[in-house]
């Protein structure tokens, strides 16, 4: 089946760094969702993405819609503990009527 | 607005048993998908459910079942439980139906199957 890679596969960064981090996959998407989850809970939704190209911030973080439609890209400006966590990328694929969650990005902060 | 109700939180069952977990939707989400997260496998979806029709489904096998009530609860079944079932389950909602709406999840459902 689909897979979504994502890399880094754990960062481990100061506080007040920036980070980035992206996702792809083998087949074109036309949504971009990424998600943040807290050890014990569920996934949050940080930031939807739905056309190529497509750049989208929410505070200090920014996502972007892979021109090839194959990748997407989250950056964090000025970390702080709380960005601690495991970021996803997820999305369905252009067709079929599935849907996929990347293979996660675990984020340090150390203050 | 409340968020969306995972229960019961813990599960403890056994091999061959089977199982229902509940999940309700922020109200006014008429939308309700499962996902299974595992260290393995990461999280996979399992089904989709609008309106109480089973809209989208994923690669299990048919022991996973659901159903969604008109009310837009929806409960998640397993069957003949296996090792390998154990997992967080996680319920997701949204307001429209379509793999390309954003889901809003709840906490989980952490069943482990000795």
């Known amino acids: 089946g689909q897979q979504l890679n994502q890399s880094p596969q754990s960062m481990f960064i100061q506080e007040g760094e920036d980070v980035s981090m992206n996702c792809t996959s083998s087949s074109i998407f036309n949504t971009w969702l990424w998600y943040k989850q807290d050890p014990g809970e569920g996934p949050v939704l940080l930031i939807a993405l739905y056309k190529a190209g497509e750049l989208t911030s929410n505070g200090r973080l920014t996502a972007q819609f892979g021109i090839t439609r194959k990748d997407s890209f989250l950056n964090i400006s000025a970390s702080i503990p709380s960005d601690v966590g495991i970021y996803f990328c997820?999305?369905?694929?252009?067709?079929?009527?599935?849907?996929?969650f990347g293979t996660g990005t675990s984020l340090t902060v150390i203050p | 607005k409340a968020g969306v109700t995972q229960t019961p939180r813990y599960l403890i069952k056994t091999r061959g048993q089977q199982v229902t977990l509940s999940c309700s939707p922020i109200s006014g989400h008429r939308s309700v998908s499962w996902y299974q997260q595992t260290p393995g496998q990461g999280l996979q979806f399992l089904f989709e459910?609008?309106?109480?029709?089973?809209?989208n489904k994923g690669n299990f096998p048919g022991r996973f079942s659901g159903r969604q009530f008109s009310n837009s609860r929806s409960e998640m079944n397993v069957s003949t439980l296996e090792l390998g079932d154990s997992a967080l389950y996680l319920c997701?909602?949204?307001?429209?139906?379509?793999?390309?709406?954003?889901?809003?999840f709840g906490d989980g459902t952490r069943l482990s199957i000795l």
């Open positions: 459910y609008f309106s109480e029709t089973q809209r």
């Open positions: 997820a999305g369905p694929p252009d067709t079929g009527n599935q849907f996929y």
């Open positions: 997701a909602s949204s307001s429209r139906p379509g793999m390309r709406q954003p889901q809003h």
